[in-house]
């Protein structure tokens, strides 16, 4: 067999591998043998660039190259449906559509699936195009994204699939996977997704299709499309599109009457708990496309279809109390303290409020009966108050004028709805937040120092701020409560590693209000260094690319306190980087204009996202794999021995990280 050969049959077993596990639940071959395969596919792939398919399965896996989304108008705009609430609304819709016909119909129920929607076009067989919902008439290509969802087959199975045809479902991150990824950014200090369906339309949305391979989405399909179907029965159809590799739920059911629509309905409401997937209801179709043709549709929906949306559970439980937490920004968030309710599954005592303004829509007073309701988020919401049980004598709630936590009286500022404790230099939970904030990950990524660490450090009286950070003894920290002198070690070094932290990641950790890591980016290319940024005047900074007045506000604020100028002054004497290292931040020149460059291996001046910065900001492309166009490898240590052999056999230059700086170097 030719190696090409060899790569067909690769091709065509692991699309078959794929699913049995994902569709069929029944894999053949172990999870290394799968392994196995695909590595053997993508050594062989890359011995033959010249043999590329746009659906071989090694395409699951992404790729690291970014790119902005084409917008892509749809053959069929993708209308909503028309929702009901409540059963009554549901007779309503089976009578209006008994009158329409005056025939016998067949309605067919299904879940409604809560994740994002997607429209899947396939030509001869093979998924050629994946496009967002967007505005209904047009959405965003996410075709490569969408490839590595392992549920969604790029090459068809079996027979009778039309030549051209478009499936529409719902890309849903199961609740496990969302668990999971959440418990990672909780740690990584990231913000959380609300819900998992935010999580799976941001994941869909990722520049990076590497990043959308890790985050395990599945796919529903419950629409098929296209002038030549099948079978003039919708759910026929589905049943057909699953023989031909679609993942089409099985909870799908033919109802030959209301009452059997309804039976559906209250099944599902309880069982649905046990689904893996999310789901808000269920949706409701006449089953024969002819008759759908007859029925039509109105400017926004089918007349055919509708959706019953579930109850979010909600629990009737009383308000104790309001408490207020202080975060690092000085930030007040009310929360309400309840008397433990069960709900969904987990006992809620508490409920976030977010601000001032809420509390008084709801016309909260203490002892209040509340609603609240999970909905999907894992924070639970009040949603109502049953002012009938409200105690005789109870005070509305007001929000609090001093901080909970410092006495400072609270500030609103204009246009905004929190509230504020300004006393930000000495309020221990702003204090704290901060120095949290400092040796996070994405600013100077102290390891080995942690939450309760500062804790402890600051109720030793060992830290005030960050500058103190650098000021710490082994034998301060030795001492102290569940600290080993290797623990202890290990912090300090941690600390003299942050030294060599970049300008612009110790301008992030800084924390300045409104200054995020792309703002920080942007003000050491422009200013380099902490000096000439402190008194850069509001004009030389709203002069900066995206920097408005409210950023530069903040910054020209920051500098102006003479405690924040004690403070960058303490660091810089530690040994903190406070300017813009010899290649970063450097203006843009054209050097690498032209040149499509693959990053490969392990570096050690730069980390791979400094040099595609690198790369961009002196005019060149940073492409994810080798081919025909690569101009040259920027290698670091212990490069792939298949990207090597590529490399070699497309005879393409490899340049090390210490020549690749130099070719960088301004004269
Ligand atoms: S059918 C013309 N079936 O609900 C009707 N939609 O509000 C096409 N959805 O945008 C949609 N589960 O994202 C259909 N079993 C299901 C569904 C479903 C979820 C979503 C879909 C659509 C929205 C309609």
């Not at 549709?297 to 509708?306: D, G, M, V």
């Not at 929190?418 to 309020?427: K, M, P, Q, R």
């Not at 030795?478 to 590693?497: F, H, P, Y």
Request: glycine content about 6%.
């Amino acid at each position: 067999m030719t190696e090409i050969e060899q790569i067909d049959r690769l091709r065509e077993e692991l699309h078959l591998h794929n699913y049995r596990y994902y569709i069929l639940n029944s894999p053949t071959v172990s999870d290394q043998e799968f392994d196995h395969l695909m590595c053997e596919l993508q050594e062989l792939e890359a011995r033959h660039p010249e043999h590329y398919d746009g659906n071989s399965p090694s395409l699951r896996v992404g790729s690291d190259i970014n790119k902005d989304f084409r917008q892509v108008e749809h053959h069929y705009p993708m209308l909503s449906l028309g929702n009901t609430y409540s059963e009554a609304e549901v007779a309503d819709f089976y009578e209006r559509i008994r009158k329409s016909l005056n025939e016998d119909f067949e309605i067919c129920c299904e879940m409604k699936f809560d994740g994002t929607s997607i429209s899947l076009i396939y030509e001869d067989g093979k998924l050629v195009q994946a496009v967002t919902r967007g505005d209904g008439v047009r959405g965003d290509d996410v075709t490569d994204n969408v490839k590595t969802i392992r549920s969604i087959p790029l090459v068809l199975h079996g027979e009778g699939y039309p030549t051209r045809f478009e499936i529409r479902g719902e890309i849903l991150m199961p609740w496990t996977v969302f668990e999971r990824l959440n418990s990672e950014r909780e740690q990584r200090e990231e913000p959380l997704f609300a819900n998992p369906r935010n999580a799976a339309s941001g994941t869909l949305k990722l520049q990076n299709s590497a990043v959308v391979a890790e985050r395990k989405l599945d796919a529903y399909l419950y629409y098929l499309l296209g002038p030549e179907l099948p079978t003039d029965g919708h759910y026929e159809n589905m049943q057909e599109a699953a023989r031909w590799g679609f993942k089409v739920s099985d909870t799908m059911r033919k109802a030959n009457n209301l009452q059997e629509v309804m039976d559906f309905i209250h099944y599902w409401d309880v069982e649905r708990k046990k689904l893996p997937v999310a789901t808000d209801g269920i949706v409701l179709k006449v089953n024969s496309l002819r008759q759908q043709r007859h029925l039509g549709y109105t400017a926004k929906s089918p007349r055919w279809a509708i959706a019953y949306k579930f109850q979010a559970e909600q629990a009737l439980t009383r308000l104790l109390k309001v408490t207020y937490q202080v975060g690092r920004t000085g930030i007040v968030t009310p929360v309400a303290n309840l008397q433990p309710v069960q709900l969904s599954g987990t006992v809620v005592r508490r409920a976030s409020l977010h601000n001032a303004d809420i509390i008084a829509s709801l016309d909260l007073h203490v002892g209040d009966s509340v609603y609240v309701e999970k909905g999907g988020e894992i924070i639970p919401k009040i949603t109502g108050v049953d002012t009938s049980l409200r105690p005789t004598d109870s005070e509305p709630i007001g929000f609090i004028s001093v901080c909970p936590e410092c006495g400072s009286p609270l500030v609103r500022y204009e246009d905004e709805a929190a509230h504020y404790c300004t006393n930000d230099t000495s309020c221990p939970p702003q204090i704290k937040g901060r120095i949290e904030h400092f040796i996070s990950r994405r600013a100077m990524n102290i390891e080995g120092l942690g939450p309760e660490t500062v804790d402890q450090f600051f109720q030793e009286g060992l830290i005030h701020d960050v500058a103190d950070l650098y000021a710490l003894k082994i034998e301060d920290i030795c001492q102290l409560d569940r600290m080993g002198e290797k623990s202890a070690t290990n912090i300090l070094q941690g600390i003299e590693r942050s030294k060599e932290v970049p300008f612009e990641r110790v301008l992030f950790a800084l924390g300045i209000r409104f200054v995020g890591e792309t703002v920080a980016k942007k003000l050491v290319k422009a200013f380099r260094n902490i000096d000439t940024l402190a008194s850069a005047s509001f004009e030389a900074l709203t002069a900066i690319d995206e920097i408005g007045e409210k950023i530069a506000q903040s910054i020209l604020a920051y500098f102006s306190n003479e405690q924040n100028q004690e403070l960058v002054g303490r660091l810089r004497t530690s040994g903190v980087c406070m300017e813009a290292s010899a290649e970063m931040g450097n203006s843009c020149t054209d050097r690498l204009s032209g040149q499509s460059i693959v990053i490969s291996g392990v570096f050690a001046h730069h980390s791979r996202d400094e040099y595609k910065a690198l790369i961009e900001r002196h005019g060149g492309k940073n492409a994810g794999s080798i081919s025909r166009k690569t101009s040259f490898i920027l290698a670091g240590d212990n490069m792939g021995p298949s990207k090597l052999e590529k490399a070699k056999s497309l005879c393409i230059p490899i340049v090390s990280e210490d020549d690749f700086l130099q070719m960088i170097q301004e004269d």
